[in-house]
C-alpha cells in the first residue's frame, strides 16, 4: 500500500521555526521527485518547494527560498521541511507529493502519490 505520511505541524510564533517530515513506504521511495505543496485558509494549492530524487538539486519558491530547506534521507525514506523565520502566511495545510516530473511541477494531477497533510498555522 502507497502512502505518504506527513507529520510534524503544529503552531508557530511569528519568527519561529517548525520542521516538517514526509514518510514514504509501498513504493520506490527515492526513484520520485518529492515535492511539499500548501494550501492556505479559503485558497488553492500551491507550490512550495521540490528535491530531485537522489536529493542532489533542490528548488524552491520564491517567497520561500531563504526561510525554508528541503532535504531527504533516502535511507529512512523520507523528506523534510525545514521553515524558518515564518510568518502568518505561511499558516496552511502542507502536503507532500511524489512524481517524476523535475522543476516546478504546478499541475496537480501530475503528481503519483499525496499524503494527508499536516495543519501549520502561524500566530501569536
Known amino acids: 500500500q502507497v502512502q505518504l505520511e506527513e507529520s510534524g505541524g503544529g503552531l508557530a510564533h511569528p519568527g519561529g521555526s517548525l520542521r516538517l517530515s514526509c514518510a514514504g513506504s509501498?513504493?520506490?521511495?527515492?526513484?520520485?521527485?518529492i515535492h511539499w505543496v500548501r494550501q492556505a485558509p479559503g485558497k488553492g494549492l500551491e507550490w512550495v518547494a521540490g528535491?530531485?530524487?537522489?536529493?542532489?538539486?533542490?528548488y524552491y519558491e520564491d517567497y520561500v527560498k531563504d526561510r525554508f530547506t528541503i532535504s531527504r534521507d533516502n535511507v529512512e525514506n523520507t523528506v523534510y521541511l525545514e521553515m524558518r523565520n515564518m510568518t502568518p502566511e505561511d499558516t496552511a495545510v502542507y502536503y507532500c507529493a511524489a512524481g517524476r516530473s523535475l522543476g516546478r511541477v504546478k499541475e496537480w494531477d501530475r503528481y503519483d502519490y499525496w499524503g494527508q497533510g499536516t495543519q501549520v498555522t502561524v500566530a501569536e
Open positions: 509501498g513504493f520506490t521511495f527515492h526513484d520520485y521527485t
Open positions: 528535491i530531485f530524487a537522489d536529493g542532489s538539486d533542490s
